[in-house]
Nanobody, 120 residues
Framework: QAQLVESGGGLVQAGGSLRLSCAASGRTFSILGMAWFRQAPGKEREFVAAINWSGGSSTTYGDSGKGRFTISRDNAKNTVYLQMNSLKPEDTAVYYC????????????WGQGTQVTVSS
């Protein structure tokens, strides 16, 4: 099992920036890739961005993050980041870090979530 812990959420004004961090521990060798999802009240969970865990930094973005969010990783620190710029009130949500398992290819590992609130 790998464990994921997010940090970096908070309250920010519209147009501002935040950087979320997700630290992985435990059996990190079981992780194939990492991603960020978010869930706003009353809405379904939404894919934000993903990055592979080793090798070249191949990234994928959901519509919500394209052009404003950047996912990156630091393997020396077993940490994935989500840099969020030009934040909008509609970005308000709980942001979750997820790890895709090597064995299943599914997102099996989840963090506890970090709240991001963007005020207008």
């Amino acid at each position: 099992q790998a464990q994921l812990v997010e940090s970096g959420g908070g309250l920010v004004q519209a147009g501002g920036s935040l950087r979320l961090s997700c630290a992985a521990s435990g059996r990190t060798f079981s992780i194939l890739g990492m991603a960020w999802f978010r869930q706003a009240p009353g809405k379904e969970r939404e894919f934000v961005a993903a990055i592979n865990w080793s090798g070249g930094s191949s990234t994928t973005y959901g519509d919500s993050g394209k052009g404003r969010f950047t996912i990156s990783r630091d393997n020396a620190k077993n940490t994935v980041y989500l840099q969020m710029n030009s934040l909008k009130p509609e970005d308000t949500a709980v942001y979750y870090c997820a790890g895709r398992a090597v064995i299943t290819g599914r997102y099996e590992y989840w963090g506890q979530g970090t709240q991001v609130t963007v005020s207008s």
